[in-house]
């Protein structure tokens, strides 16, 4: 009765993933709307850099290059020792477009990219912002697509996935987690009709916000001490009644997730205990989910092929429904085909890495982020 009442709980998880994923997918594709602008309102392209001058040629010329008119690109140097704000200066000395400034030192009771950022809006004149990491590789229509679907959706800001890649195959083992939230966890096409302020989700690397709306809830004061500030931002905006819509934008952004399975490690430790608002009770809820419904499923049906069990065809068909689901999802982020079968060490180390988050934010031991503890 038991192993009955499991392995149909293993085929519902299976069957709630898939057909979750594919809704997620579907939405995507159909929510989006090609650029059809090449002017229009200002926009203000914000980066905040600390580090950088090794990875912000890419970012740049790829601004450089936008087919849309009427924008300015300020990028903030948050305190580097590289020599970042000298590096963005001499690369793009002659183009008025572009402005390199000096960030200032960090206050108490801020944590740094929220400082920074807060910083990039007291100097930003454009009525859309566009928030964009130091290391993404913007294509030349990202502005104009950025505008066409804050007009055609009428929204407050927008956020959505670049396409990710790794420039070592062994990252390939860690930073798909990234996509466990809009796979298994947020309805992406009930954002815009739900008020409940889980139903939203953003990515730091592109986040897209009306300036008249930053300055209503006094900018970045919100999330000022938050780790994860784009998502606590977009949690926050929603809550606050303001409009969101989440996108595809692979088509029209890409750049690596994380520089090393070091630094891959460090990114996730550093958001996932935030993203459950510091309650040890959900992430033990979703520890159990994953690990008796997602993980475990696999070695289970290993052992039954191995023996014989006439458990192995409805557990096989468990794991079958999930490595599709993942399957879809590496196929749609334009991942190596072989990515999908990793997904049972995907989830393992969600869990390896949330339960060493948790200890050190408990032990009140922080990160190390971009040279700076943050706690």
Not at 122 to 138: K, N, R, S, V
Not at 153 to 162: E, I, K, N, P, W
Request: glycine share 8%; proline share 5%.
């Amino acid at each position: 009765m038991v192993k009955d009442i499991y392995i149909w709980l293993v085929i519902a998880t299976g069957t709630y993933t898939l057909l979750f994923t594919m809704a997620n997918i579907i939405y995507l594709h159909y929510i989006a709307r090609k650029p059809d602008c090449s002017d229009g309102p200002l926009v203000s392209v914000l980066i905040p850099a600390r580090n950088e001058s090794a990875r912000i040629t890419p970012t740049l010329e790829g601004l450089a290059g936008q087919d849309y008119q009427n924008f300015e690109v300020i990028v903030l140097d948050d305190n580097s020792e590289d020599g970042t704000l000298e590096f963005v200066e001499t690369l793009m000395k002659g183009d008025d477009r572009f402005r390199a400034v000096k960030g200032a030192k960090l206050p108490p009771g801020w944590k740094g990219k929220p400082y920074a950022m807060q910083q990039l809006i007291t100097l930003a004149a454009g009525e859309i912002l566009i928030f964009l990491d130091a290391d993404m590789c913007p294509g030349k229509q990202l502005v104009s697509w950025t505008v066409t679907n804050f007009k055609a959706h009428q929204v407050d800001f927008l956020s959505g996935y670049a396409r990710h890649t790794s420039p070592e195959k062994k990252e390939y083992l860690l930073f798909p987690v990234m996509y466990l939230a809009t796979s298994f966890l947020l309805p992406l096409w009930l954002f815009r009709h739900s008020k409940t302020y889980m139903f939203s989700h953003a990515i730091g690397q592109f986040f897209c916000v009306r300036n008249e709306v930053l300055k209503e809830i006094g900018g970045f004061n919100p999330v000022k001490d938050k780790i994860n500030e784009d998502i606590q931002m977009a949690r926050y905006l929603k809550g606050a009644g303001y409009s969101q819509v989440f996108m595809d934008a692979k088509d029209y952004l890409s750049g690596n997730m994380y520089d090393s399975m070091s630094h891959a490690k460090m990114g996730i430790m550093r958001v996932v205990y935030e993203y459950f608002d510091k309650q040890v009770y959900p992430f033990l809820f979703m520890g159990f989910v994953m690990v008796s419904f997602l993980i475990l499923p696999v070695p289970l049906t290993l052992i039954a092929v191995l023996t014989g069990s006439s458990l192995s065809l409805p557990l096989g068909l468990g794991v079958l429904l999930l490595l599709a689901s993942w399957g879809i999802t590496m196929t749609d982020r334009k991942l190596p085909w072989f990515t999908a079968f990793l997904y049972p060490i995907h989830f393992t180390w969600v869990l390896i890495l949330s339960i060493r988050s948790i200890t050190l934010s408990k032990k009140g031991l922080g990160y190390i982020w971009k040279g700076r503890t943050v706690r």
